[in-house]
């Protein structure tokens, strides 16, 4: 690692937040602290507090886009314009006076590794208006090693220009979509302001798709009747008629069956491949109930704290240069959870490697700081998201196949054909590992997991030839109804999102380009839909409200299409490889906002059912004189405040205290604090100390203007 110790010059180091400056400062020497930044070993340590700096708003080109008019629309900036953001200006200030020091040489970015990273610091330095050399600090770990490593291996800034470029692009993009999309549709249907997104609003389309026909689904009940052969069951087709069902039933009782076919075939399932972002933020939804947000959270913690790599990334694999030193990792990690004793101690490492397969950032991996003491104190969610990676990454490198024996029974009974599938293991290869994880987070979780991939499969089936005849020595009706499609979790609704358009995409040969968001947003994205009211959490299920299955039926098909969104994420990735010039995506997006608001020229402002105001709904009653309370633009606010004397009681949605926790008070927490006075919630964050826990925030009304809140922890009032 360069040093200049003995140098009358400073380089100055840009980080993204003040927890990795501190690390960073650590490793390379810079223990003194001034205001805003760090200083030692020749270097400057400074941060960002994410992003400092962003697009100006509409009426910074012109005062008259204050108010919103249709006639003003498109709003098309010729020369973009950025603003400091007001709350962030003092630590901009600081960076800015840093970069101007004359003892200041050189500039090394250290943003984190990735599109929003470039984004921060390009934006600061720009504004700014510094023109000293940059170069850039690239790494997938906090590690100390992995800091030193990469400041002996600094690269040229310039060799991040397309990536800084796509970043633009994408703000450029979502700016010109939501500014004259919201604009568009909120003046022409009234009412509440209707967000409208490049990728929100598409997401949104997939909840209204998916409750579309969950709502016209029509339930049919169906009669199967089942054979007992003595040693196994064999199940026939579906009848409507009970009574046909229970005809045949009883016509099979001590009847011979013949055996028409008995198919038996050996199967191997390959290990899994390791985590990226998105798969790893299913995983966790799937198995614990966290959000992608709590997830994403949860890991950068981890990452902060130097026990897993770089979150946001799309990789499922790791580099040749990272194949020696896996065995060593894999079994110091191992030993830091208890499933870790299922872990044979041999690894295949070529089953995880593949550099054409890594472009930024592979894999999410446990890091070689992770061990039984640092595991234990971590908090929960941060606890159990690390034991996900640990077990993924010993799973993906297990050498053995998991290995089974599938039967397939065929049988014929008074004309009717019936089956049954058994399943024998032959090898438990990598599924050792899985097993014991399983049982180590939930009991039981195991035989669910089987349970839902195979709901039909018996088990060890007896020897039986094609010809044989047993005797059916019972038979019974069973009933049921079909199922309508299944409301989406985070789980599904991710995989819904990295997926939409692939079909479309496949038809062309594109196999590649897919996918609404990228793993970095996708969990920003449904966060959005939440906290725009435009979609709910029902326990683990994501379902859109009302007024977002209306604004989904009022828009056109290019503001809501997965494809056309797949599409400009294609050419995003473009940009960022230099395949595709900044200019000419731009273009294209330009073009489509032109010919929306054009479409719309002529049509007359409509107040159009549910996107109209809504009739006023309670949500609960007020603590302090019972009357209702309502849902207002910044608060919940008690009906009684033209009362004479007025009743005071709100729950204002811009909350400090909410905030400070990283959470918002949104229309179901404030029912339940009316309800309950108090609302559990998950991954709340401690600014003291840095990490995400699990409360209960109680309410505690003292009639004053504002209402007061504290924590209450189970077990504990």
């Known amino acids: 690692m360069e040093s200049m110790k003995d140098s009358n010059t400073f380089k100055l180091v840009i980080c993204e937040k003040p927890s990795v400056a501190q690390a960073v400062a650590k490793v390379i020497g810079a223990g003194k602290r001034r205001d805003g930044y760090l200083e030692g070993g020749g270097y400057l ?44 200006r003092k630590q901009f200030e600081i960076l800015g006076k840093l970069m101007e020091r004359p003892d200041v040489a050189e500039i090394i970015e250290a943003t984190d590794a990735g599109r929003e990273g470039e984004l921060i610091f390009r934006l600061v330095y720009g504004q700014a208006g510094c023109r000293k050399p940059f170069r850039r600090l690239w790494i997938s770990s906090m590690e100390d090693s992995a800091i030193r490593a990469g400041f002996e291996n600094l690269r040229d800034g310039a060799g991040y220009d397309s990536l800084y470029e796509a970043a633009l692009c994408r703000a450029k993009a979502d700016w010109l979509v939501g500014i004259n999309g919201t604009r568009l549709f909120t003046t022409l249907y009234g009412g509440k302001t209707l967000n409208i997104g490049r990728v929100v609003t598409p997401t949104l389309a ?3 798709e998916r409750e579309t026909e969950i709502a016209g689904f029509q339930k049919e009940k169906y009669h199967v ?47 899994p491949k390791l985590y990226d972002l998105t798969t790893l933020q299913r995983e966790a939804n799937r198995f614990f109930g966290y959000t992608a947000q709590q997830t994403l959270d949860y890991l950068q913690f981890l990452y902060e704290k130097k026990l897993a790599t770089y979150p946001r990334t799309d990789s499922r694999y790791l580099t040749e240069d990272m194949g020696e030193g896996l065995p060593g990792l894999c079994r110091t990690v191992a030993g830091a ?3 870790g004793k299922s872990f044979s101690g041999e690894t295949a490492a070529g089953q995880v490697i593949d550099n054409k397969k890594v472009s930024d950032h592979h894999a999410i991996l446990p890091t070689g700081e992770v061990n039984s003491k640092s595991a234990e104190a971590l908090p929960t969610g941060e606890r159990n998201v690390l034991a996900l990676v640990t077990a993924r990454l010993l799973c993906a490198v297990s050498p053995g196949n998991y290995g089974y024996e599938d039967t397939v029974v065929t049988l014929r009974c008074m004309g009717e054909e019936f089956s049954v599938k058994g399943r024998r293991e032959t090898a438990e290869g990598w599924k050792a590992v899985e097993r014991a994880f399983l049982k180590s ?40 109804a079909t199922s309508p499609p299944k409301r989406y979790t985070e789980d599904l609704l991710l995989s819904a999102m990295e997926n939409a358009g692939a079909e479309d995409f496949r038809e062309a040969g594109e196999t590649e380009h897919r996918g609404i968001g990228t793993p970095a947003t996708r969990a920003g994205i449904i966060e959005k839909l939440v906290k725009g009211s435009f979609a709910e959490r029902r326990g683990r299920q994501l379902i859109p ?20 969104t797949a599409e400009w994420e294609a050419a995003l990735k473009e940009v960022e490889r230099g395949k595709q010039s900044p200019e000419n995506f731009l273009a294209g997006i330009t073009r489509m906002v032109q010919e929306l608001v054009e479409s719309y020229r002529n049509t007359e ?14 949500i609960g009653n007020c603590p302090r004189c019972g009357k209702a309370v309502y849902e207002g633009k910044k608060s ?24 400070s926790k990283r959470k918002e008070l949104t229309k179901a927490v404030a029912a339940a604090l009316l309800r309950d006075g108090k609302v559990r919630m998950k991954g709340l964050y401690s600014e003291k100390k840095g990490i995400l826990y699990d409360a209960a925030i109680v309410m505690e009304d003292t009639g004053d203007r504002y209402v007061n809140f504290k924590l209450e922890f189970e077990g504990k009032k």
């Open 441 to 480: 987070v939930k009991p039981g979780k195991e035989s669910e997991q089987a349970q839902e991939q195979e709901p039909e499969m018996a088990g060890l089936l007896p020897e039986l030839l094609e010809g044989q005849s047993v005797i059916v020595e019972a038979a019974v009706v069973r009933s049921g």
């Open 636 to 659: 919940f606010y008690c009906s009684g405040y033209r009362e004479t004397p007025p009743c005071g009681f709100a729950l204002w949605k811009e909350n400090p205290y909410f905030k």
């Open 206 to 208: 997939l909840l209204a």
């Open 337 to 339: 959870f208890p499933f």
């Open 45 to 88: 340590v400074s941060w960002c507090v994410g992003h400092l700096v962003g697009l100006a708003a509409a009426d910074a080109y012109d005062a008259r886009y204050s108010r919103w008019a249709r006639e003003d629309l498109p709003i098309l900036p010729r020369e973009w314009r950025y603003t400091v953001f007001p709350a962030t």
């Open 605 to 618: 402002t409509t107040v159009q059912g549910v996107l109209s105001a809504p009739a006023k709904e309670a």
């Open 545 to 564: 409200t009302t007024q977002g299955m209306g604004l989904i039926k009022v828009l056109p098909e290019t503001l809501k299409s997965a494809r056309l």
């Open 225 to 271: 009747v089942e054979l007992d052969c003595g040693t196994f069951r064999a199940a026939g087709r579906r009848f409507k008629s009970r009574t046909d069902a229970e005809k045949l039933r009883k016509s099979c009782l001590g009847k011979p069956a013949e055996i028409l076919s008995a198919r038996r075939q050996e199967k191997a399932e390959k290990p």
